[in-house]
């Protein structure tokens, strides 16, 4: 095992331990019990295997993207659908995407928020608090974390398993990844620097 298999583990370890903590505060602070919202039904296989959260989609609202089974065949590849809160069992789709996990940023810097799923499909915003352009303009590579690496005000994606950072830039359709060199634990506040052009690393 080397070293960075074993700094991604700790990292994910280390989430763990801190979820656990968490919760724990969470617990001892005598949170109202939450209700249940909605129970799926027993014959769909699979749902919600990936779920995510999106603040501020839809009219303003919150929104969770979840992962559907095809009806007709489970074995089919999923659908990813988009829920809001409107009331208790609200599973009506308003925004569908070609991957979950879905993660948000502003990479074209103009102030509005973009999306990117789990298949590395960007959509681009068309004003906040809406969901953005049906179609997505572009695909490069799905991304772990969101942030700035080279502070240059356009939010980057960095896909950790592959070790990449696509670039955010005005121009979506035209973005350009470099090597990322994962050198150390990463936290909520990243660190990254060229060492070499095309080249970065972060810790
Ligand atoms: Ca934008
Ligand atoms: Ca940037």
Request: with cysteine; aromatic share 14%; proline share 6%.
């Amino acid at each position: 095992m080397n070293l960075r298999v074993v700094l991604k583990t700790a990292f994910l370890l280390f989430i763990c331990v801190d979820f656990k903590v968490n919760a724990e505060v969470l617990e001892s602070d005598s949170l109202p019990v939450l209700q249940e919202w909605w129970r799926a039904p027993a014959d769909i296989i699979g749902l919600g295997r990936s779920v995510s959260f999106l603040p501020n989609f839809y009219n303003g609202k919150d929104a969770i993207v979840v992962s559907v089974p095809d009806p007709t065949n489970p074995f089919l590849p999923m659908h990813f659908h988009t829920w809001l809160n409107r009331f208790p069992g609200d599973t009506q789709n308003v925004f569908s995407w070609k991957g979950g996990n879905v993660k948000s940023g502003d990479f074209n810097g103009d102030g509005i928020t973009d999306y990117v799923d789990g298949a590395g499909y960007i959509y681009k915003g068309i004003q906040n608090g809406q969901p953005p352009m049906p179609e997505p303009v572009a695909r490069y590579i799905s991304g772990e974390n969101i942030f700035d690496f080279n502070s240059d005000g356009f939010d980057d994606i960095y896909a950790i398993n592959e070790d990449k950072i696509l670039y955010g830039s005005t121009d979506l359709t035209k973005l350009v990844s470099v090597n990322a060199e994962f050198t150390g634990m990463l936290t909520q506040n990243f660190t990254a620097l060229q060492n070499s052009p095309g080249r970065i690393q972060i810790y």
